[in-house]
């Protein structure tokens, strides 16, 4: 045994285990501990790769969707430690976001639909903010299926600056994507629906139900999507999936999957008042052997908005098909039905598309696409007359994975890729070019979307893959019917077999799809820096100001109390409260609340924020510190006098 552990530790085994061999002594404790717990040396080994110690920090962030809590998760790697929930599309109490200050509350108030605040959202797609194809570690962008929106997250703060809905989406999919210097975020719709917001009968789903392709217009100076400067562009009535920009040489297009292009609605089970006897909706929508890849021209979709060839639609411009097939801007190719994924590699020349139904994941050449589209090649039109490539004259082969083939992601080794397999419940490690399964590993279980570090990036790291799984099953303790999802870390290292490292349960909403970039890449800030905020309070400036019913309060936090501490106001009162932290230690957070008044905030150090509301209530109402500040927390307290 001691032998093992010796080979072990030439291996790499470090930390706690290398200490432990020092003697002969330490090594039989671990040899009792490998004994008691029934761990084997390849268990030592992965825990000695995921371990980072006290004070040691993770050498890449994963900033995971949260699916129906509506947040994003960040987490590092390898240790596999949560780092924050960020809140986006959903209030969230811990940081005070949508719990009565303004800021906060104008962002929601921003993701309004149709005049409905909305305060869910059901999160699906990160995507961080790219420079030359790289990660840049500025933004980061995630949309909402649900509603279909897009947020924009500002990773010097790792909080949510601004929620822009789609005016002509019903529901959304394939995004976010960005091109290569973060100028457009890409959102595609999911099921098709009417762009306008009347009732219209699927008896006319053919004619005037669409799908659609938003390019969203990102300022990387201001942090802000430019709404007057985005556009859409119409596309048939199948059922967009997921998106990618084109990079390198394919940079200036943009590619979404779909599937449903059968255009099936579905009608199946007692209780249709129309639609009766037929077939299940996922029976129908999946009765061809192909579905299609659209293949949209970016740039000459913005000349033809800048020449004013759209419509307006809901204030939103969108270039209808027939003008992007009259400007030679809009492809179809064949693909393998109900396709999840259009996956581009490092060099922009391949195109990854898996099918959930069948064992082969194929593998596109731009360049043979690029070549049929210039000399005008096509094998006939869709019903709406769109081009549409061969198949097989646009391949550069496809490879047999195995069953439920998703998505994939890159490597830093050149033509090796990742491809989840659902149904098989593993992971594929593969040769695209040379089109050959090198290897397979099984993750528990049924894995959806995977990550690999910096994997859809012109440059890919390799060295660690995270599979996202949907089912956990036996892997953690019971925590009801309701189990978490498991993300599991596996190491790549070039020349080694991969290996299994890690399970990190989930213990919030439905995680879809994640993005790894190296920790280096991002600088948080420690501190608000002063005068950023308008209404910022300077100590020694605390007031209490009427005029008439209006109250406005200037309060300063420092550890450990407010000022002022005692304020009264009068039923009625509409009460604007600044809050400035005076703090300038690291981390030294405050929170704010006032019982029954549903607020709550969370001030960094530098940071004011402003609450609004109206004192409603006669009585006595204590507001305090929220956050574990100092010894003297509990004191850090005051009242909020309401008289009759």
């Known amino acids: 045994m001691f032998c093992k552990l010796k080979s072990a530790f030439k291996l790499g085994l470090t930390g706690m285990i290398a200490f432990g061999l020092a003697t002969s002594a330490n090594a039989q404790s671990v040899q009792d501990v490998m004994k008691e717990r029934g761990l084997s040396q390849q268990d030592l080994l992965a825990a000695a790769k995921t371990y980072t110690p006290t004070g040691v920090k993770d050498e890449y962030y994963v900033f995971s969707s949260g699916g129906q809590s509506g947040h994003v998760i960040a987490y590092g790697v390898p240790s596999m430690r949560l780092l924050k929930y960020i809140a986006v599309f959903s209030p969230e109490p811990w940081q005070g976001y ?32 790219e420079t030359n194809g790289e990660y840049d570690g500025k933004f980061l962008f995630i949309n909402d299926k649900a509603n279909p929106r897009v947020a924009v997250i500002d990773l010097k703060t790792f909080s949510t600056i601004q929620i822009v809905p789609n005016p002509i989406m019903k529901s959304e999919h394939g995004s976010t994507f960005v091109t290569p210097n973060t100028d457009y975020i890409l959102q595609a719709t999911q099921y098709p629906a009417p762009f306008s917001n009347k009732y219209v009968p699927l008896d006319q789903f053919n004619e005037q139900y669409r799908g659609a392709m938003s390019f969203w217009k990102f300022d990387t100076k201001k942090g802000k999507i430019i709404v007057k400067d985005s556009f859409s562009v119409e596309l048939p009535p199948y059922c967009q999936d997921l998106s990618d920009a084109g990079k390198r040489i394919s940079e200036g297009w943009a590619f979404t999957n779909s599937f449903n292009s059968e255009r099936y609605v579905g009608g199946f089970g007692k209780g249709n008042t129309k639609w009766k006897d037929r077939l299940p909706h996922e029976a129908g929508a999946s009765s061809k052997d192909t579905d299609y890849l659209h293949m949209i021209d970016q740039k000459k979709a913005i000349q033809l908005v800048q020449q004013g060839k759209f419509q307006k639609i809901n204030g939103h411009a969108v270039i209808m098909m027939k003008d992007m097939i009259a400007a030679n801007a809009l492809f179809l190719i064949p693909e393998p039905k109900s396709p999840h994924g259009v996956m581009i590699d490092p060099t922009g020349q391949y195109i990854t598309v898996s099918g959930k139904l069948d064992t082969h994941v194929s593998v596109y050449d731009f360049n043979k696409m690029k070549a049929l589209i210039d000399n005008k090649e096509y094998e006939g039109k869709d019903p709406y007359g769109i081009p549409i490539l061969s198949m097989t004259k646009s391949l550069h082969g496809q490879v047999e994975l195995g069953l439920g083939p998703l998505h994939t992601q890159y490597d830093k080794e050149e033509g090796i890729a990742y491809t989840s397999l659902f149904v098989d419940s593993a992971i594929a490690k593969w040769d695209y070019k040379n089109l050959k399964l090198l290897e397979k590993i099984s993750i528990h279980y049924n894995v959806g979307h995977l990550v690999t570090a910096e994997g859809d990036t012109v440059s890919p790291d390799g060295k660690y893959l995270i599979s996202l799984n949907k089912l956990a099953i036996d892997r953690f303790l019971q925590v009801g019917p309701l189990h978490p999802q498991n993300h599991q870390l596996i190491d790549i290292s070039k020349g080694k077999p991969m290996q299994m490292l890690y399970d990190m349960p989930f213990p919030l909403g439905e995680p879809h799809y994640a993005v790894m970039i190296k920790a280096d890449k991002l ?36 550890r ?39 607020i709550h905030g969370s001030l960094e150090p530098g940071e004011t924020n402003t609450f609004k509301f109206k004192a409603d209530m006669e009585g006595v109402f204590p507001f305090y510190c929220t956050e574990f500040c100092s010894a003297l927390h509990l004191e850090m307290m005051g009242y909020l006098l309401v008289k009759p």
Do not use: C
Request: neutral net charge; without cysteine; proline residues 4%.
């Open 560 to 598: 450990s109390h407010y000022s002022p501490e005692i304020i009264e106001v009068k039923v009625g009162d509409e009460i604007t409260w600044h809050l400035t932290n005076l703090e300038r230690a690291e981390d030294e957070t405050h929170g704010f609340t006032i019982d029954l008044y549903n």
């Open 98 to 129: 949508g719990y009565g200050d303004v800021e906060s509350g104008r962002i929601l108030d921003e993701g309004r639909m149709r005049g409905r605040k909305i305060t869910w959202g059901d999160t699906h797609h990160p995507a961080l903010s």
């Open 523 to 558: 600088d948080p800030i420690k501190r608000f820096k002063k005068n950023w905020f308008a209404n910022q309070v300077k100590p020694g400036r605390e007031k209490v100001e009427r005029k008439g019913n209006k109250v406005t309060i200037h309060s300063t936090l420092i």
